[in-house]
């Protein structure tokens, strides 16, 4: 954890309790298979892992209907007088926010069948073979990874480098003139963006940002900054719904 990190405990105020379960490493490896907006799974005192995931990519494995397993009890726990939290990390932010305070602690264990047997053993093949292998080679490869004097984009970073020249740190007045300025264009703006427009370092940027700002992490607008109610030019959605 970065020591500059700060901590949005915003989550203390709103009371929210989350469940902590500990799950099999293959349930959360089927998981990353799902898409985006799609439904791995249901959770109703089990866990029920979707059919479209149970399929197993096995490698080397003769029986390619090898599935793993779909029931997953929940085991509880008690919390044991405990006081436990979750933290997310916003790395945009540099920022550290609660998630929730741990309410019930559970264990989602599969239910043992002949599949999963097998789906252990193919874990215990899997797990013991090496992780590096020598291969001794007839000829010498000429074809590939041939040195060079520079690479191509250490050129190109470096011609950017000289052209652009380091980014200094302006006055903070200005810094938020040029600011003020392009919010009165648009109502939102990535970091990427602000720091094109103004030419400053992230770190110093994202310092005047946090001051006059606030940081968009989830909804239409995630990844952006907008400016607080006190500076802007204009009226938000929902102020414009209280005054009319």
Known sequence: MSEKMEVDLTGVK????????????????QWDKAAEKGECGCVHISFYLSDELIALDAVGENDASLEV?????????????QTMAVFITVFVVDEISLEGMVVHRAECRPV????????????????IKPQRLSQQLERAVTTI?????????????????????????AERQLVLDMLF???????YYNIK???DITKQPVTYLKEIMREIGTYNSKGVHKSTWELKPEYRHYQSDEEE???T
Not at 115 to 124: R, V
């Open 14 to 29: 709103q009371s929210k309790g989350v469940w902590l379960v500990k799950v099999p490493k293959y349930l959360s490896q």
């Open 69 to 81: 397993p779909k029931d997953h009890p929940f085991t509880m726990h008690p919390v044991g007088g």
């Open 112 to 127: 043992v069948t002949d599949s999963y047997m097998k789906l252990k053993k193919l874990q215990i093949k899997e797990s």
């Open 145 to 169: 990874f041939k040195p060079v004097a520079n690479h191509d984009f250490n050129m190109e970073y470096e011609k950017k480098k000289k052209t652009e020249g380091k980014m200094v740190r």
């Open 181 to 187: 300025s392009a919010f009165e264009k648009h109502q």
């Open 193 to 195: 963006a602000l720091v």
């Open 241 to 243: 719904m209280q005054t």
